[in-house]
């Protein structure tokens, strides 16, 4: 309890940063619907002028673009993304910062197995992004109700926004896994960010593209369909189940790799 406790502490004011950053970047986009709204077909006459291959990368859906939840399932891939690079940020780092820090020996020393200690970092991580993912939740909803010049099914709302958290799952894995393979890592952003951005430009190539099937498999970010959950008020089961299998495989990778990794010691 009080490793998780220590980690906690010390992830909390990233959190907040990140939490801060999703919630304005939610707020600038959902601010501008009103006038959007009112000038409807202007609106999607101008979007219907780009290619549609620039359409299908910014997942824009010129049915339902100038409701409000048509306009947040564009937004939000802006927002998965910086989601993702958050997850991907604490699990890289949940592993490798005690090298970095060069507090591995205090730490290896204790009492405490080391498939207690990646336990311990790894839920200390689910809660801050179960924290996050809820705090963003209530105020993209306040704002949302806020803007929105008619109601909205806010049970396709929240399913829009419990993406985010399964996509987080999966970079926090993908991020635990790819670390335990460092001996030291001197810097966590330049892996995370080329990771997370190599998936997702994977995954505008394939809307661009429009490929389905198979090749979705490829990026996390084309999981979840938001105009699929919009129509169908759900998930796409293959993509539901992949997505766990990634998780599981991804942490069970870290696990199996740490607990007969070589520590180095300070020198």
């Given at each position: 309890m009080n490793?998780?406790?220590?980690?906690?502490?010390?992830?909390?004011?990233?959190?907040?940063?990140?939490?801060?950053?999703?919630?304005?970047?939610?707020?600038?986009?959902?601010?501008?619907?009103?006038?959007?709204?009112?000038?409807?077909?202007?609106?999607?006459?101008?979007?219907?002028?780009?290619?549609?291959?620039?359409?299908?990368?910014?997942?824009?859906?010129?049915d339902?673009?100038?409701?409000?939840?048509?306009?947040?399932?564009?937004?939000?891939?802006?927002?998965?993304?910086?989601?993702?690079?958050?997850?991907?940020?604490?699990?890289?780092?949940?592993?490798?910062k005690e090298t970095r820090e060069r507090t591995a020996d205090f730490l290896l020393v204790k009492p405490v197995s080391r498939a207690a200690i990646v336990s311990a970092k790894l839920l200390a991580a689910c809660s801050i992004i179960i924290a996050v993912d809820t705090v963003f939740y209530l105020a993209a909803s306040i704002i949302a109700n806020g803007v929105k010049t008619e109601d909205f099914s806010q049970t396709l709302f929240f399913l829009i926004n419990l993406t985010l958290f399964f996509i987080q799952l999966m970079f926090l894995a993908i991020g635990m896994a790819v670390s335990v393979f460092f001996a030291k890592l001197r810097s966590v952003l330049p892996l995370s960010l080329g990771v997370v951005f190599g998936l997702y430009m994977i995954g505008a190539l394939l809307?661009?593209?429009?490929?389905?099937?198979?090749?979705?498999?490829?990026?996390?970010?084309?999981?979840?369909?938001?105009?699929?959950?919009?129509?169908?008020?759900?998930?796409?089961?293959?993509?539901?189940?992949?997505?766990?299998?990634?998780?599981?495989?991804?942490?069970?990778?870290?696990?199996?790799?740490?607990?007969?990794?070589?520590?180095?010691?300070?020198?």
């Open positions: 490793m998780y406790m220590h980690e906690l502490k010390s992830m909390r004011k990233s959190a907040l940063v990140w939490t801060c950053a999703m919630i304005a970047l939610a707020a600038i986009y959902l601010s501008l619907y009103p006038s959007l709204a009112s000038d409807a077909e202007d609106f999607k006459n101008l979007l219907g002028s780009y290619p549609e291959t620039v359409r299908a990368m910014l997942g824009i859906d010129l339902t673009i100038t409701s409000i939840l048509g306009l947040y399932s564009m937004i939000f891939s802006f927002i998965a993304l910086c989601g993702a690079i958050q997850a991907m940020n604490l699990g890289v780092s949940i592993l490798s809307a661009a593209g429009k490929e389905e099937g198979a090749a979705r498999f490829l990026s996390p970010f084309k999981y979840f369909n938001t105009t699929y959950i919009l129509a169908h008020a759900g998930y796409e089961t293959p993509y539901l189940v992949a997505s766990a299998v990634v998780i599981v495989a991804a942490v069970a990778l870290g696990y199996i790799v740490y607990l007969k990794k070589d520590i180095p010691s300070v020198s």
